[in-house]
Each structure stands twice: as C-alpha cells, then as structure tokens.
C-alpha cells in the first residue's frame, strides 16, 4: 500500500473540508480509503454512513480494489449490476428524490446531462454536479469517442419495427427503426395518423410477429387518437387471441393542450418508462402526432420564428434522448399545407424545416394517389435509397394495394 497523498477532492461528494479531516485521519489516498470500513470513516471524518460507503465504493474502483465481483471484471458486474442514482457518490436520499421530479431517473440520463442543468435540479453546486456528471458517465459508458466496433455494437442493438405492409417494410430496410426518431409528413388526410395508429398495434406483437413486445407513448396533440380505430386494427390482424383491451391497455395517450405541455409530457416519460421496464411491457415506440401543430398556431408571428425554432430544437432531442436511451422507436408527424401562393419552390415543405429534418433521422412524405392508393415516399436516410412504395388504408388497417 502507497502512503502517497492524493487529491481527495476528486471523490465524488468529497469537498475540501471533508478532504482535510480525511488526511488528518490518515486517509491519504484512495487505496487507503478504499481499504477502510463505512463505520471507521464516518466516525473519523464525521460522514453519514451511506456517504461513508458510497466514497470506499469509489475509492475500490478507481484504486482497482473492487470487491464488488468475485474473479469476474469488477467493471463489468458494475455495469451489469442496475445502478440506481442513489449508487452515486454524494447522492443521498433528499438529492435523491430532487433529481428524480426533475426527471432524472437514471445514471444515462445524469450522464447526458448538462451541469448547469442537474445543479439547479439538485441544487448543489456545478463542480459537484460536474463530478456526478463524470461518474454517471465512466459508469454509463457515455462520453468520449467510440471506435467503429462500438458504434457498431450500439447499432445491432438497433430494432425494426414491421408495418406488416411489405413493399412499405422493404422501403424501411425492414421497418421503423429504434434509436431514431421518423418524421412523417404531409398534407391533411395523407395517412399519417393511420400510419401511427397502426404502429401503437404492431408494436405490441410479439417479435417472431414482427412487433418488439413492447408498449407505446402517444402524444395527441389534434385530438385525433381513437380507440376505435384501434380497435378494428387489432381485429384487422386476425389474430385469434388477440384482445382488444390488452392492446388498449400498452398505450399511453396524453392529450397535450399546449406546446410547453407537449414538451413536458415527453421529458416527464421518463418515469413512465421505467415503469414499463419493470412491467415487462417496456417502452418501444414514442408517437408525437402532431409534433408542429401546437407550435405553429402559438408561435404565429414572424417575430416568434426563432424562438420556435429553439423549443422544437429542444423538443426533437428530448424524443431523441427517449428513444435512445429505451431502445424505442420515435415516430413523429408533420402537416404540410399546399400552399397555391407559392410559386417558387416545393409548395409542401414540411414546418419547422431544418430544424425537424436535421434532428429526424428519417423523413417519409406520404400523399395521396388515384383510387384511395397512397404513396410513402422515403425522403431521407443516412442508410437507405430514395424510393417510394404505395398502400392503402382499409378497415382492418394500412394494407399492400
Ligand atoms: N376506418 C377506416 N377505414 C378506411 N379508411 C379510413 C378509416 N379511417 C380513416 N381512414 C382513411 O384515413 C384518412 C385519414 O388519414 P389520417 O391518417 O387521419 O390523416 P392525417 O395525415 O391528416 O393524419 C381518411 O381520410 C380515410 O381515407
Ligand atoms: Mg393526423
């Protein structure tokens, strides 16, 4: 064992006080710590207990000490192991519970976090919300440069999700993708939110089904969510066992009245989320129908356009955030009008434009064709070819022609 001193202050919940006492007492560095007992430090350095343990835990790990494993990779079973963010060094049961009605339920969601941002949650200073940030982050994984192998690790985590359409699926590369958010759009009628309603249905089918098990987030903010229809979908599937209260019951509707509501609704899915996990139901698919509604009729100045702009910005990655961090699909709609005093350029632009299309990670345009037939138009992929693939919306759901 060294009898070097370190820096104390780097522990998490640590400050220089505590620092001070710490090397008094002859705890000069981490391995010393790291070798101590909860009750021998916190009588020596007037800690709380949980503090106590909380600092040993970081000094194990970070003086590779842990004896959280035995003969596995410490780091490993720290990961596997659900950390909960009371696992955080200095995190007590008041922070606690201040971080999470903030919405931050977990160590991704600290880890993404800005310090600015988790400092006014938990009212403690930026530099401990720094060191929570960092923590939150070795432990998540999160941060730094991934190498090429990881990235591509993250991306076989990635699901698709069938339309059970196929010439549609095909188009998809095999159906909407987890950990991005799909932005449809189109004119009034154009089938966006049959699309959605029909993805609420297949969401919950089993995977050999080519649904992902899961649930779903609606946010409605038209007043156009309906249960019937949801109902004819599920009969559609001709399923013999398939229940309709079941199906109704994996679908969270909140209607949003406002876009700050609609806003909220999604940074407060969090906690929904997690109970869904727990269920066993868990959270696969978040529909925004409409994402821009809302937005468009209260920011209808010209003099508002920026500060839109600013709140669609926040809002598209607070979907994001959501669907990577549940491995869920984001599917959001987006109402273009054609517009005939538009003589110069496309006359169905999408609203919120760059905005939306830079943060969406695929953009669909669907309208209307001769004889009831659709057209889905895949706009923008960073994956897969422009193409376009038709259907029809039936009774029993959207269907081949
Ligand atoms: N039960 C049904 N059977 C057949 N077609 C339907 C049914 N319900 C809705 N539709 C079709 O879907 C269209 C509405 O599409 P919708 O997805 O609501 O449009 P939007 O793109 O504005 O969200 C209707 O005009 C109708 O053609
Ligand atoms: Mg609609």
């Known amino acids: 064992m060294t009898t ?222 309906r249960p019937e229809r949801i109902e004819q979908m599920v009969r559609g599937l001709e399923i013999e066992d398939a229940n309709v209260e079941d199906f109704l019951a994996n679908i969270h509707v909140a209607r949003a009245q406002t876009s700050d509501h609609q806003m909220l609704l999604i940074e407060n899915a969090h906690e929904l989320a997690q109970e869904l996990k727990a269920k066993g139901k868990p959270l696969k698919l978040v529909i925004v129908d409409s994402l821009t509604g809302l937005f468009r009729s209260e920011y209808a100045g010209r003099g508002t356009l920026a500060e839109r702009q600013q709140k669609l910005n926040r809002h598209m990655h607070d979907i994001f955030k959501l669907c990577d961090e549940y491995n869920a699909i984001g599917l959001v709609t987006n109402q273009v009008m054609s517009n005939p005093a538009v003589f110069f350029g496309d006359p169905t632009k999408p609203i919120g434009g760059n905005i939306v299309g830079h943060t969406a990670t695929f953009r669909i345009y669907l309208r209307k064709s001769k004889g009831g037939k659709r057209i889905m138009r895949l706009v923008d992929s960073p994956n897969l070819p422009e193409g376009e693939a038709t259907f029809m919306v039936e009774e029993g759901g959207i269907r081949s022609c």
């Open 4 to 225: 070097e001193t370190q820096n104390l202050e780097q522990i998490p919940g640590v400050g220089p006080n505590t620092a001070e006492k710490l090397v008094q007492a002859g705890y000069l560095n981490f391995e010393i710590i790291a070798t101590a007992t909860p009750a021998e430090l916190y009588e020596s350095v007037e800690i709380g207990e949980a503090t106590a343990r909380k600092v040993i835990n970081w000094c194990r790990q970070t003086s590779g000490l842990s004896t959280e494993s035995e003969g596995g990779d410490a780091d490993e079973a720290m990961k596997q192991r659900n950390l909960e963010i009371e696992d955080i060094p200095g995190v007590g049961p008041t922070t606690a519970d201040k971080l999470r009605e903030s919405g931050f339920l977990t160590i991704e969601s600290i880890a993404t976090a800005t310090s600015a941002n988790l400092a006014e949650a938990a009212e403690i200073g930026e530099s401990t919300a720094k060191k929570m940030i960092k923590w939150c982050r070795e432990q998540a994984d999160i941060g730094g440069f991934r190498t090429g192998t990881e990235v591509f690790e993250q991306r076989l985590k990635v699901k698709k999700l069938t339309t059970l359409v196929p010439d549609l699926d095909e188009l998809l590369g095999g159906g909407f993708e987890s950990q991005a958010i799909t932005e449809l759009y189109g004119e009034f009628g154009s089938g966006k939110s049959q699309i959605v309603h029909q993805m609420v249905v297949n969401v919950q089918l089993p995977e050999e089904l080519g649904g992902l098990g899961g649930s779903a987030i609606y946010v409605d903010t038209e007043n156009t969510f």
